[in-house]
């Protein structure tokens, strides 16, 4: 009996995977030869790359290209069978995809589109590439869609068409996702010049193969700033995690070597790291002069600053991520704070607008109310019932030159349409877990 439960313990030590065993499996779709949309040249090259490059770490590969809708519906049925039991779960989508109606939809090879109603016939639900995934504890999808306009048929696109939506509201509790979209909320991606990769994809297979062993949340925020800057603010990529980011990476043999040495925490601790994130914060306005060399509070507290205005989580480390976008920036020349260095000085100009007017500089552009130059008090009054102390002391305030105020609060859209013609300091907001809906 006792030899049974050896051989039996063995048996079943053999058969579970260790931690560097451990199953992660992944499905690639690359969709070109659309039916009634237009062609794509780029997105199966895109999927073969990233399939290749998943395979050489010891992904499970599941590849499938220019589907119709029901063999599109058979692979994510067969995709969520192969995730059942596996660590990770990780599906590359490139092609056309869009919200139509209300919702987010992939658009398989025979996928048409009414533009009088504005209605997509044979298009797949977005949640169903999501649910395909589920069933693995760690899961990371990828959306390199949204590219170009799909509806060259169409007069007016008008709400149908437009990017995807509210991806920060999918997900479920016990498990963690990891959502990179190709574009903000609402846009379309670029396609990329013909013969070469899309702008995503490109910068993606060039962090694999740069940052095999870096987390995928630091290694997808690095790629979304690379985009970021190539693009000059024209695709900005919007990277979210539910339930946490997953703690994995491309290598299967682990993850930690950077290139940059990190502390288990995740926090940068290679001194000429720091020393140039130190720089950079003071060349970006972040970090005084007369702070080199002295406490570590003065540094958090400017990465934390800095991480506001990036939209990232304002917790004063120094990672990866909080580098890779200290360094985008500063390539990049976007404006820094209470500076205009980085910019031209506006010349003042006559008032184009009559004091309390509205007007709009363009058709995406928000309400704006021309306001007179003058004076007025700012703060409150010691007799002020409910004043604060960050209301004192009152004092009168001088406005030199007339200038306009939003009528309204701006909308995500608003924000959006401003940063991709590069203005708004190309800063993208967080957005709460609002999905880019409606006024922030």
Partial sequence: MSRFLLALALLLAALVPSAGQAKRVA???????????SSLINPVPDAKAIAAE???????????????????????EKFKREA?????????YAGHGMEVDGKNVLAPTDMEIECQNKTALRSVALEQLFDASSPAPQQIVLLD???????????????SGSGFRGLSLVGEADRTLLIANATLSGNLAAD??????????SALIKNFNEHPRLYFGDLLNMTAADVR??????????????GGSPRICLDVEGCGNTGVAISPK???????????????????????DASRGQGEDLLSDAIKRFQEKAGLTADGKLTPTVLAVLRATKVAGLPIPGKTGLLPPVAPSATEHEAGSSFKDC????????VPAGHFVMGSGKAEKGRQKSEEPQHEVTVPTPLAIGKYEVTFDEWEACALEGGCANYRPQDSGWGGDGAR
């Fill in 27 to 37: 499905l690639i779709i690359g969709m070109s030869d659309y039916q009634h949309l």
């Fill in 84 to 92: 059942t039991g596996a660590e990770v779960a990780l599906v590359y």
């Fill in 192 to 201: 990329g010049d013909p013969g070469a990769h899309s702008p995503f994809a």
């Fill in 54 to 76: 998943l395979k050489s770490h010891g992904f499970e590969v599941s590849e499938y290209y220019n589907l119709d809708r029901a063999d599109l519906l058979d692979a994510l």
């Fill in 145 to 159: 869609a949204c590219r170009n306009n799909p509806f060259p048929q169409c007069p007016t696109r008008g709400a």
């Fill in 229 to 242: 800057v190539a693009s000059r603010g024209s695709q900005i990529p919007e990277i979210t995690a539910r």
């Fill in 363 to 370: 058709e995406t552009c928000p309400d704006m109310v021309s």
């Fill in 266 to 288: 995740g926090m940068v601790t290679d001194p000429g790291a720091i020393a140039d994130a130190r720089s950079m914060l003071q060349q970006l306005g972040y970090l005084g």
